[in-house]
């Protein structure tokens, strides 16, 4: 689980109570049925028109995984490799086949490395993997980079529902109330959609997408070394060259 995407959100939505409840109006004055139904209702039409629906649902996945989802740390992942690659020097890389592997991306590159194919091929079938993983997770962070725009948007929408209800009946005082709630709710919910559950996600995920396409490279460039027979201090090195410095190992003493 990602804690900092957790608190990050408990806090924002404990935020918001808390200064609701501080404010001396009470939670009640916060709710209004209208306003939910108009920024709810617009934001998902818009976001169905917009988008297919196959989008749509596998957004919502990516959106759980981003949020809960801890990314698999880069250093662990060269560890294993270089432990494939030791097998493979020891043995065979046919031997790889044997070998249990539980990450999906990994496990496909080694079974194409035992499977004797050539270099391009693995580069090739693998460059596709990584382009459509790419490809998947821009989708879904453009639909909620358009939620995140649907949701003022909406409420300005809803603001001047609210005015023109105001203004229809500024002669019955009574009604000037709810119309102001309607005009100002709306707006409050499109800018907490936005701000809070939709804008931060998209960023995240975009990040989540850079990350896992560092983990799959370095895969690549691993099972590459495999098969060219490398050393696996070689290959070693070759990978850490995709961490920042401060998490290479330190290259052994010479006495």
């Known amino acids: 689980m990602d804690l900092a995407s957790v608190i990050g959100l408990v806090l924002g939505i404990g935020s918001i109570l808390g200064g609701i409840l501080t404010g001396g109006v009470g939670i009640g ?41 801890n990314s698999q740390s880069p250093k ?47 580069t090739s079938i693998l460059g596709l993997e990584i382009s459509a993983m790419e490809e998947r997770h821009a989708k879904g962070a453009d639909l909620l980079d358009g939620m995140g725009a649907d949701g003022p948007a909406f409420g300005m929408i809803g603001t001047l529902m609210g005015l023109v209800a105001m203004l ?18 709306t707006t409050f919910y499109g800018a907490i959609i936005a701000n809070l559950f939709c804008i ?34 070689t290959i070693r090195e070759k990978l850490e060259s995709f961490l920042p410095p401060g998490e290479r190992t330190a290259p052994e003493s010479k006495e």
């Open 29 to 69: 004055a916060y709710i209004d049925t209208p306003s939910i139904i108009l920024i709810f209702g617009g934001v998902i039409a818009s976001t169905m028109i917009r988008w297919p629906l196959e989008v749509v649902k596998a957004t919502a996945n990516i959106y759980m995984k981003a949020i809960f989802a």
């Open 76 to 122: 662990v992942m060269i560890d294993e490799i270089i432990k494939l690659a030791e097998v493979a020097r020891r043995e065979s890389v046919f031997a790889l086949e044997k070998v249990p592997v539980e990450d999906k991306f990994l496990k496909k590159s080694v079974t194409l490395a035992a499977d004797n194919r050539p270099p391009e091929v693995i």
């Open 168 to 185: 229809k009946n500024m002669s019955d005082p009574s009604s000037i109330g709810p119309a102001m709630a309607v005009a100002l709710l």
């Open 200 to 233: 931060p996600v998209a960023i995240k995920l975009k990040q989540r997408s850079k990350e896992e396409s560092t983990r799959m490279n370095i895969i690549v460039a691993g099972v590459l070394g495999i098969v060219a027979g490398e050393n696996p201090r």
